[in-house]
Structures are given as structure tokens and as C-alpha cells.
């Protein structure tokens, strides 16, 4: 089975390098970001499974680079996760609007991040 390829779009690098670990450890291929600007170009044709994108960045924020990436004929489909330090409902409905698929808050565990992998990717 072809590995899948996880990308991570998040301004701060302890986060990124967080996720990255996890996902690695767990057998996935990972792609990082700097922020959705940059999640965008590295995206460029490459096959993306799944997304873990702060929402307060730099640049385009999380909710940008969903709308982005729901408008694009490739990408349209793929999960988009909210990885935020923000938990307030309105918040999630902005997110859930633009199109993400969930939300986990930061701090989180190694193994809610997993758990949200596996529900989506199966």
C-alpha cells in the first residue's frame, strides 16, 4: 500500500516538527508549511491525503487557505483539520463554513492527533 502523504500548515515550528514526529513515527510521508501561502505552493500537484492547518498565521490564515483549497479542482476533496488554540463555537463555524472537516486544540496529545487520522484516512 502506497504510503500517504500528511501536510502540516502551521507558523510555528515546534508545532510543525510536533506533528511531523508523530505522523512519521505513524508511517506517513509529511509535508510542512510555514503558513498557507506556502502550503499552497508546496502543494502544487503533489498527492496530499490529509491537512493539519493552524488557524492565526501569518501571510493567509487557515481559514484563507481552506477556502483555497475547497475552490481547487485537486484538492476539493481532501480532509482539512483545524489545529488551533481557539475552541470558541464561532471560531468553529468560521471553520466549518470555509470547509474544514474538524478541529482538535492545541495543546493536544500524540494520540488525538492519530485518532483524527485514522477516522478520517481510515
Do not use: C
Amino acid at each position: 500500500m502506497p504510503r500517504k502523504t500528511i501536510m502540516t500548515v502551521d507558523d510555528s515550528p515546534s508545532v510543525r516538527q510536533f506533528v511531523k514526529m508523530t505522523l512519521q513515527n505513524a508511517g506517513f510521508d509529511v509535508v510542512e508549511a510555514e503558513d498557507g501561502k506556502d502550503a499552497l505552493a508546496k502543494m502544487n500537484g503533489l498527492p496530499i491525503h490529509l491537512a493539519f492547518v493552524d488557524l492565526n498565521m501569518p501571510n493567509m490564515n487557515g481559514i484563507e487557505f481552506i477556502k483555497a483549497v475547497r475552490s481547487s479542482e485537486k484538492y476539493r476533496f481532501i480532509p482539512l483539520i483545524m489545529l488551533t488554540t481557539e475552541s470558541q463555537m464561532t471560531k468553529k463555524q468560521e471553520g466549518k463554513k470555509a470547509g474544514a472537516t474538524g478541529w482538535i486544540v492545541k495543546p493536544f496529545k500524540q494520540e488525538q492527533l492519530l485518532a483524527v487520522v485514522k477516522k478520517v484516512l481510515g
